[in-house]
Structures are given as C-alpha cells and as structure tokens.
C-alpha cells in the first residue's frame, strides 16, 4: 500500500454537501499499510467507489465530532469494512460525545456497528494513541460541540487535520511540526463565522506553523462561490508556503513533503 492521502470529499456547509457540489466522504491517509478514514460524512461508500478505495482495508476510522457532514455514514463505513459485523475489526477513535451523544442531540454512529469495531477509543485533546507505528495525538478545537483534531506523527511524515474549528490561541501550537496541514476552510477572506476558519484565519495560522504544505478543503457555498483555487493562491501570496485547494478524488504522495525522508537521502550519499 503506497503513503497517500485520497479526498473523498471537499464539500463543508449544507449547501455544498445537501447539492453534492462537492463530495463529502472524508479523507484517507495510508501510511505504514495501514489505511486511516477521517470523517465519513454523505457518500463515504459512493466515493470511495468512485475513487478505487476499498473501504475493506481501513484499520482506524477518525470522527472529529458528530456533525452529519463528518458523521453520518459511519455505519456504513464500518459495515463496509467488517463485512456487516461478520469479521469484527479496526480501531475508532473519536470523543464522548460522538458515542454518547448529549441532551440536545444523539450520536450518528449505532450500538450494532459500534460491536462489530474490535476498539473505540474516546479522547480529549492532547492525547497520544498508538495505532501499529503511527502515534496519532489528538488536538483542540473549537466548534461550539466536543470535537478534535488529529495530528498523525509516521515514521516518515508528519501531518494534521485541524478540523472544524475557529482560530484560538494555541491551536496553532498543537500542530507545530506538522509538514502537511490539512485545514476546513468553510469561508473566503473577509467572511468571518463563530464556528469555522476562513481564508484570513488560515494565513495566520500558516505563519505559526509553517508547513511545507498546507491543504484546505471542507468547503462552503460562499468559498465555493469566491473560488477555493483564488483563494488558495492568494495564502500562498501572504505566506510564501505551497498552499492547495484539493479537488474531488484528489490524491496526494505525502512523502514528497517529507523532511526526515529527503534528510535520508541526503544522508545516504
Ligand atoms: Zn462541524
């Protein structure tokens, strides 16, 4: 199994997912032969058809928190990688809330598809999970319902999805390190929300982090409409950092963004 990182998705607000103007599966990291599943919103199983991942092979699904785009096609996705329950398998990692659910609202994923994982992890931020060789460590987030993010520490690369978020001293801080940054851009410059980053914010926290990439997706109708490609471009300008809008079915070779890799082969002349 080659490292990638696969969007089965890119869609964030209602607008964009309720019309599928973009897709809204999540994102699949492979590294180590190990195959993670981040956020497994509308269409998990649709796109990764789409885009030849076989959801069979997933090891860890990642649910930052309960929100139908991130959530709601968790069942599937677990029933798709257990065969119904039949061979019980793989590892979740998520927080209380997304199991448990709260007063106000009920968790997506069911107690059935919950017994057919052979683990479920619930964490607060700043922890640290083993998964094979891959240490993933939670981060913090602010989004008005528990959430995290994940910062995934390999053997060869280093990469964070923040998550759904709004700017906070010391979300930068909890990613310091990560070469490839993965960032839910719900807004264009100028539009500000209690709840999501916008291009502005994302500048800001470039600067902190400086990575040797950093990605944003998780679009909404008005990102859409201002061009994530136009937006993209114009971090790029403010940061002097690479910066991509990812597409639908985009796929990306995390080891060209590696530094202990490219130290490696320095290392090997
Ligand atoms: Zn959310």
């Known amino acids: 199994m080659q490292p990638q990182i696969i969007f089965l998705g890119t869609g964030g607000d209602c607008f964009v997912v ?10 699949i990291i492979r590294a180590n032969d190990m195959q ?7 269409g998990s199983v649709v796109r990764a058809m789409q885009y030849d991942v076989n959801l069979r092979e997933n090891t860890c699904i990642l649910l930052s928190h309960n929100h139908i785009n991130h959530a709601s096609d968790i069942n599937a996705v677990i029933s798709s990688m257990t065969h119904g329950g039949l061979d019980k398998k793989g590892v979740l990692i998520t927080n209380k809330t ?11 994923i069911t107690h059935y598809y919950m017994g057919c994982l052979e683990r479920i992890i619930t ?4 922890q640290r999970i083993g998964v094979g060789d891959i240490e993933i460590k939670t981060t913090p987030t602010k989004h008005g319902i528990e959430n995290i993010g ?3 520490v390999t053997p060869d690369f280093t990469l964070s999805y923040i998550s759904d978020t709004v700017n906070f001293t010391g979300l ?12 839910n851009v719900v807004n264009p410059s100028g539009v500000s929300s209690k709840i999501n980053l916008n291009s502005d914010d994302v500048v800001e926290i470039i600067k902190k982090i400086k990575p040797k990439l950093a990605i944003i997706q998780h679009f909404g109708i008005k990102m859409i409409n ?8 114009e971090i790029q300008k403010k940061t002097d950092t690479q910066v991509i809008a990812a597409k639908d ?13 490219r130290q490696k082969k320095l290392d090997s002349f």
């Open 98 to 108: 997304a199991v448990e659910g709260n007063e106000d609202i009920s968790p997506m």
């Open 172 to 183: 930068a801080e909890a990613h310091k390190g990560s070469e490839i940054l993965i960032m």
């Open 18 to 27: 309720g019309k599928q103007l973009r897709a809204s599966g999540g994102i």
């Open 249 to 261: 079915g985009m796929v990306i070779n995390p080891l060209s963004y590696s530094s202990s890799l």
């Open 123 to 126: 964490a607060l931020p700043d």
């Open 226 to 233: 201002a061009d994530p490609m136009y937006e993209a471009r």
């Open 150 to 152: 994940f910062k995934f």
């Open 36 to 42: 993670f599943h981040i956020d497994p919103g509308p």
